[in-house]
T-cell receptor, first 117, second 113 residues
Framework: DTAVSQTPKYLVTQMGNDKSIKCEQNLGHDTMYWYKQDSKKFLKIMFSYNNKELIINETVPNRFSPKSPDKAHLNLHINSLELGDSAVYFC????????????????FGQGTRLTVV | SQQGEEDPQALSIQEGENATMNCSYKTSINNLQWYRQNSGRGLVHLILIRSNEREKHSGRLRVTLDTSKKSSSLLITASRAADTASYFCATDVTQGGSEKLVFGKGTKLTVNP
């Protein structure tokens, strides 16, 4: 049983399209994240949610809209896709809360490789 | 701005040798973590060292932390071909009341059989 699962694994789409990536964790964690890994392997946090509430938004364009229907799910919807959005997107979860330092690790999904053509 | 910086960016060694990777960061941290990423896969947590700890061991891994120099090192002893992967340090920081992990650019380790 995969702890953090995201779908799809690969996504190829044309510029201007709207697409969604889904993420689910079965670890009972309170916090979930989206990270973007560019072609140079640099991992940058995009969003953090704690118990369905947005905690961190790292100046990501408005075209990116995360949605958390419950604390086990954090989906990422991207409008009007651009070439520069091509990257690998990772979902992660951890027991950490917004104000408590839990000193715990994060668990990552396998990534979604998004290619915009 | 980027928090963690690993060096070297790439490291190639022979099986059986030790591999040392370094990480420097800029702001105060709650803890520092090392992750491993195999090609085309997600990140896997290796080890966490708290800000009040100086050294930690886990199997063939040894991590040191020097908060005065804002640096950490990861040592993999007796490396194996299966250790080939990218290794990332991540600093757990609290900013604006929120806790988050900030990753460096990683060190790509190649262990030749």
């Amino acid at each position: 049983d995969t702890a953090v699962s995201q779908t799809p694994k690969y996504l190829v789409t044309q510029m201007g399209n709207d697409k969604s990536i889904k993420c689910e964790q079965n670890l009972g964690h309170d916090t979930m994240y989206w990270y973007k890994q560019d072609s140079k392997k640099f991992l940058k946090i995009m969003f953090s949610y704690n118990n369905k509430e947005l905690i961190i938004n790292e100046t990501v364009p408005n075209r990116f809209s995360p949605k958390s229907p419950d604390k086990a799910h954090l989906n990422l919807h991207i409008n009007s896709l651009e070439l520069g959005d091509s990257a690998v997107y990772f979902c992660a979860s951890s027991p950490a809360g917004p104000i408590t330092t839990m000193n715990t690790e994060a668990f990552f999904g396998q990534g979604t490789r998004l290619t915009v053509v | 701005s980027q928090q963690g910086e690993e060096d070297p960016q790439a490291l190639s060694i022979q099986e059986g040798e030790n591999a040392t990777m370094n990480c420097s960061y800029k702001t105060s941290i709650n803890n520092l973590q090392w992750y491993r990423q195999n090609s085309g896969r997600g990140l896997v947590h290796l080890i966490l060292i708290r800000s009040n700890e100086r050294e930690k061991h886990s199997g063939r891994l040894r991590v040191t932390l020097d908060t005065s120099k804002k640096s950490s090192s990861l040592l993999i002893t007796a490396s194996r071909a299966a250790d080939t992967a990218s290794y990332f340090c991540a600093t757990d920081v609290t900013q604006g009341g929120s806790e988050k992990l900030v990753f460096g650019k990683g060190t790509k380790l190649t262990v030749n059989p």
